[in-house]
């Protein structure tokens, strides 16, 4: 989890007070034991490893590949409504359309 923070792929948000709390007050001590309470913490530890592993299941019943589609027409979409409210002189050629 500390790890995916540092790199920037997983974020908490700013409502989620008691996580927040939690992992400024988070600590190892010497032997080794870790800083109590840790519920919130654990929650989200146990969540991330059943998204990274497949566990859970979608909120919505939909892959991971037809969220990559979706988005990828959402996108497409979004360029080409920018390609149309560019001016004449703006626009590119494009052989395929």
Request: charged share 30%; proline share 5%; with cysteine.
């Amino acid at each position: 989890m500390r790890q995916m923070m540092e790199l920037g792929t997983f974020h908490i948000n700013e409502n989620c007070v008691e996580f927040l709390r939690e992992v400024k007050n988070y600590y190892v001590d010497e032997r080794g034991r870790f800083s109590d309470p840790d519920d919130c913490i654990d929650s989200a530890r146990y969540a991330l490893l059943g998204c990274l592993n497949s566990w859970s299941e979608p909120y919505d019943g939909k892959t991971p590949q037809h969220r990559m589609a979706e988005a990828r027409e959402r996108m497409r979409a979004i360029k080409a409504a920018k390609e149309q409210n560019k001016p004449q002189w703006k626009t590119t050629f494009n052989p395929v359309s």
